[in-house]
């Protein structure tokens, strides 16, 4: 099984905390219901026959987590993510804050 090169004593118990899967339950947008609400990536998988190798990351559950806040938190902070559900999670939450921070049409 592969391993990053750098954070191993962070990234291992993530890991073995959600048993090498991706931890995203629909924060990216996808319902994942024919998996019981979880991501079915695991680390070292594939996307499908001619896909791409997954590689799982400990990141914090709370994609809008500022990176200098992220790299102080324990493992029990962060999730196993796919790339994909990560990004998206992002996306989202990205565009949620957005929304929630615009005046309303009569607002001004």
């Known amino acids: 099984m ?6 191993i004593g962070t990234w291992r118990p993530v890991m073995e905390a959600a048993g090498y899967r991706c931890q995203c339950a629909g924060e990216c947008g996808n ?9 079915p990536r695991e680390h070292d998988g594939y ?3 001619h896909g791409h190798r997954i ?4 990141a914090p559950a709370d994609p809008l987590t500022p990176p200098v806040k992220a790299v102080t938190l324990p493992p029990g902070e962060l999730w196993a993510w796919c790339p ?6 992002a996306r ?5 804050a957005l929304a929630d921070d615009a005046p309303g049409l009569f607002e001004l």
């Open 84 to 89: 994909e559900c990560h990004t998206a999670a």
């Open 92 to 96: 989202r939450a990205r565009g949620r």
């Open 47 to 49: 996307t499908s026959k």
């Open 2 to 7: 592969s391993e990053p090169l750098a954070g």
């Open 55 to 58: 590689r799982l990351m400990a």
């Open 31 to 39: 319902p994942h219901a024919k998996t019981g609400g979880r991501c």
